[in-house]
Nanobody, 120 residues
């Protein structure tokens, strides 16, 4: 059974930091690129950051560059999103995503999401 379980969300003041974690099970984690997406109320889900299966390459949305860092530990089947200098506009449900490196039809999974609220 495939599972992606996010944790680490919560309420934080503007300028604060949070670290999200996503633990994967039920598939070969090291064969998947991992991403974090977010969805704010009334808005479409958007890609925040992606990391390749080996962790050797990352990409970020312009809105989070320089503030967020994605990383992974293949030994722990876990991907992280370290978030600094949080802004109210970062408020959203954050979702973990796994996509097989060869083709999407081989595996494409979502977590249940974790709420991040940035407010004073």
């Amino acid at each position: 059974q495939v599972q992606l379980v996010e944790s680490g969300g919560g309420l934080v003041q503007p300028g604060g930091s949070l670290r999200l974690s996503c633990v994967a099970s039920g598939f070969t984690f090291s064969r998947y690129a991992m991403s974090w997406y977010r969805q704010a109320p009334g808005k479409e889900r958007e890609l925040v950051a992606t990391i390749t299966s080996s962790g050797g390459s990352t990409n970020y949305a312009d809105s989070v560059k320089g503030r967020f860092t994605i990383s992974r530990d293949n030994a722990k089947n876990t991907v992280y999103l370290q978030m600094y200098s949080l802004k109210p506009e970062d408020t959203a449900v954050y979702y973990c995503n796994a996509e097989h490196t060869i083709a999407t039809f081989l595996g494409y999974y979502w977590g249940q999401g974790t709420q991040v609220t940035v407010s004073s």
